[in-house]
């Protein structure tokens, strides 16, 4: 219920009307922090996940850990403030960390778009990493992400999950 009412406010009615002003990293942060649980995600490339969302240290890290996408790994996609900005660090299978930090914030955080700040793991830039990721917000039961694929100069849609709150 709890989490309902989070997502409810910073969505909002006024989300995306003409003229509103844009959302902030806090507004977006909130909107992590209200997708506690668990969630089923379906992927455009054919294979189901079990996400799960967890607020951490004191309420100021949001943990994604997803189990099923690559067999046998998990992966875990961490959201944090720093300095005015939202960060996403995603601890990714193919070893490697890359840190995205939001761009671009829709009205009450209903699309937070991350782009590539940096990362580790990567012996350069154009080592294969995943450089963006577009969270969209449809309802507090309902969202999906975007992820990009970046390597030798060149980014891709990589995939979009679906995802569903386990209720």
Request: proline share 4%; hydrophobic share 35%; net charge negative.
């Amino acid at each position: 219920m709890i989490a309902w009412l989070l997502l409810t406010l910073a969505l909002g009615s006024e989300a995306g009307a003409p003229g509103a002003s844009p959302g902030t990293p806090q507004e977006a942060f909130e909107v992590f922090r209200s997708l506690e649980g668990e969630w089923d995600g379906s992927s455009t490339k054919g294979w189901s996940d079990r996400t799960g969302f967890r607020t951490i240290a004191g309420g100021s890290v949001v943990v994604s850990t997803s189990f099923d996408a690559h067999p046998g790994e998990t992966m875990m996609t961490m959201f944090h403030l720093d300095s005015g900005r939202l960060l996403l660090t995603h601890y990714c299978v193919a070893k490697n960390q890359p840190r995205l930090v939001a761009t671009t914030i829709e009205p009450k955080g209903r699309r937070i778009v991350f782009t590539w700040l940096d990362g580790t793991g990567l012996a350069s830039r154009d080592t294969g990493h995943m450089d963006q990721a577009v969270f969209e917000f449809q309802d507090p039961d309902h969202f999906s992400s975007k992820w990009t694929w970046y390597q030798n100069g060149t980014e891709r849609w990589m995939e979009e999950i679906r995802y569903t709150r386990v209720r």
